[in-house]
């Protein structure tokens, strides 16, 4: 009782709100489908909900020392289940495993096991080392693992994802701004390159980038050896990127990066999706067409209405009052998460909390973003909203994890 009475009520009432709107839309995005299986999307989903709630309330009562203790245990479980995933997986991309009636998808939860294991890893260490390249090469390793099981999937979306808390948990331990800045800006030449691929265009942006990091680099530094090679490794990472994009990556793939350039380049087939999607936010207007009245999602014009492009359907029949207070809920659940962090006493929770809120953060971005067409289709779901019984576990464990954080903030 004395743990039941220290709950973050207005946590998890936030959540419970945001997965009883998930459902309510799913509902609706899978009423007029002519398939029974993705019609009962909704049922499946409240009965995940009731298991994924119970796991959650469970998390809090461990005792307090035990998740630290088995960190590394359970990012090993979480490797093991990806490798098993690409032996034993199932689906039309192997990302499922069979579970008797269960269908469970590895790499959703193998990013809370991730997160712990990087939280305990920087937790260990000591500022010094942790604004080293040693320590960020070996938190690097932690998320590189388990990443590049899942590109081979393939699934580049999720293996993304699993790179989102690691610069925010670096950050949040210790690291200094400008070492952050070091590290991140291979990343940033990277995507400052993707637009040479397919739009032919010159190469401005990439080079201003470069050419603007390496005279930064060396206005702080003054050491020309440190310039030189930031300056080669900026450039080699764009350029890569460009010769290793083209050749490597799979037609869909393409597709969608090309998509997200120009939606009107193939609006029947790649550019379908994203055209429909802007075409259903931007009809709901203030106050949307009413639940089961989307006709963007009725007429199944909206493909995957009910997972990827569930807030398409929010957007439609609530327009923007109800897409604005889907925005509130996830702007109030990741500031909770930001204040239990700062709020715990101990390195270990404080950066497990970080590593939560950034991965929360990542997904809501990116699916959002992709719905209106500011980035590129992932198909990452939208956390506690979109069908999907792994994607609902594995956020809801997440929420578990922050309520035992807060339960024992001045206790480890």
């Not at 709630?53 to 461990?62: D, G, R, S, T």
């Not at 401005?204 to 440190?226: D, M, P």
């Not at 999907?388 to 464990?397: A, C, D, P, Y």
Request: hydrophobic share 55%; charged share 10%; net charge neutral.
């Amino acid at each position: 009782m004395r743990l039941l009475r220290q709950l973050d009520f207005p946590l998890l009432s936030a959540t419970l709100a945001t997965v009883l709107i998930g459902i309510i839309a799913i509902y609706s995005a899978t009423y007029h489908n002519d398939s029974t299986a993705v019609q009962n999307s909704w049922i499946k989903q409240i009965q995940f909900a009731i298991l994924a709630f119970v796991v959650a309330l469970a998390v809090v009562y461990i005792p307090e020392k035990v998740i630290y203790s088995v960190a590394y245990l359970l990012y090993l479980l979480g490797v093991v289940s990806l490798v098993a995933v690409l032996a034993w997986g199932t689906g039309d991309a192997t990302r499922w495993l069979r579970l008797g009636p269960l269908m469970l998808q590895p790499s959703e939860l193998a990013k809370i096991a991730t997160i712990i294991a990087l939280a305990r890893y920087l937790s260990d260490r000591s500022v010094e080392r942790i604004n080293s390249f040693g320590g960020f090469f070996g938190a690097s390793f932690l998320i590189l693992v388990p990443a590049a099981l899942i590109v081979r999937q393939p699934d580049l979306g999720t293996a993304a994802s699993f790179a989102a808390p690691l610069f925010p948990m670096l950050y949040w331990a210790g690291m200094r701004k400008f070492f952050v800045f070091l590290v991140i800006s291979p990343l940033i030449s990277v995507i400052c390159s993707l637009d040479l691929l397919w739009q032919g265009s010159t190469p401005y942006v990439f080079a201003i980038f470069v050419v603007g990091s390496t005279f930064l680099i060396h206005h702080f530094l003054r050491r020309l050896w440190l310039t030189i090679s930031m300056a080669f490794i900026n450039t080699s990472a764009g350029l890569l990127t460009v010769y290793f994009l083209d050749h490597f990556l799979h037609s869909y793939q393409k597709a969608r990066i090309m998509t997200f350039f120009n939606p009107e380049s193939d609006p029947l087939e790649s550019g379908w999706n994203i055209i429909q999607s802007k075409i259903a936010i931007g009809s709901g207007g203030l106050t949307g067409k009413g639940l089961l009245e989307g006709t963007q999602t009725k007429h199944q014009f909206l493909p995957a209405a009910h997972t990827d492009f569930i807030f398409s359907v929010i957007g439609e029949e609530g327009g923007f009052v109800m897409a604005l207070i889907v925005l509130s809920l996830f702007f109030f659940l990741i500031y909770r998460a930001l204040h239990i962090a700062s709020a715990a006493n101990n390195a270990f929770y404080s950066l497990t909390a970080v590593g939560l809120a950034a991965m929360l953060t990542f997904h809501v971005f990116i699916n959002i973003g992709m719905t209106i067409g500011v980035m590129p289709i992932t198909g990452l779901p939208l956390p506690f909203l979109s069908s999907g019984g792994s994607s609902l576990l594995s956020n809801l464990l997440a929420i578990g994890l922050l309520l035992h954080i807060d339960t024992y903030r001045h206790e480890f």
